[in-house]
C-alpha cells in the first residue's frame, strides 16, 4: 500500500522559513517523480515544485523560484521541500504526490499527472 506523509507545516512571519517532509512508503518503482503541490480554498490545486529521482532533478514555479528548494534523502525515501522569504501569498495547504509518469504524463505542475497523494500539511504565512 503506498502512503504519502507529510510533515513540517505550521504558522510563521513574512520573511520565516519551513522545511516540508514528505515521506514515501510502499512504492517499489525506482524512477518516480514527487511533486509539492499547494492549494487555497476555493482555487485550483498549484504544482510548486517537483523532484525526479533518482536523477535529482528539480522543477519551481516561476512564483517559488529562489526562495523554495527541493531535496531528497533517497535512503530513507524521503523529499522535502525548504520554504525560505516566505510571503503572506505562500499560504496554503501543501500537499506531496508521487508517479512513475506509466499512468500518463501530462507534465511535472498537473495533478492529473500524480497517482498517490499526501493528506497535507498547513502552511500560514502572516504579515
Known amino acids: 500500500q503506498v502512503q504519502l506523509v507529510e510533515s513540517g507545516g505550521g504558522s510563521v512571519q513574512a520573511g520565516g522559513s519551513l522545511r516540508l517532509s514528505c515521506a514515501v512508503f510502499g512504492y517499489t518503482y525506482n524512477k518516480y517523480y514527487v511533486g509539492w503541490f499547494r492549494q487555497v480554498s476555493g482555487k485550483e490545486r498549484e504544482g510548486v515544485a517537483a523532484l525526479y529521482t533518482p536523477v535529482g532533478s528539480t522543477n519551481y514555479a516561476d512564483s517559488v523560484k529562489g526562495r523554495f528548494t527541493v531535496s531528497q534523502d533517497e535512503a530513507k525515501k524521503t523529499v522535502f521541500l525548504q520554504m525560505n522569504s516566505l510571503k503572506p501569498e505562500d499560504t496554503a495547504m501543501y500537499y506531496c504526490?508521487?508517479?512513475?509518469?506509466?499512468?500518463?504524463?501530462?507534465?511535472?505542475?498537473?495533478?492529473?499527472?500524480?497517482?498517490?497523494w499526501g493528506q497535507g500539511t498547513q502552511v500560514t504565512v502572516s504579515s
Open positions: 504526490a508521487i508517479t512513475s509518469r506509466e499512468g500518463g504524463w501530462y507534465g511535472w505542475s498537473r495533478p492529473d499527472s500524480f497517482g498517490y
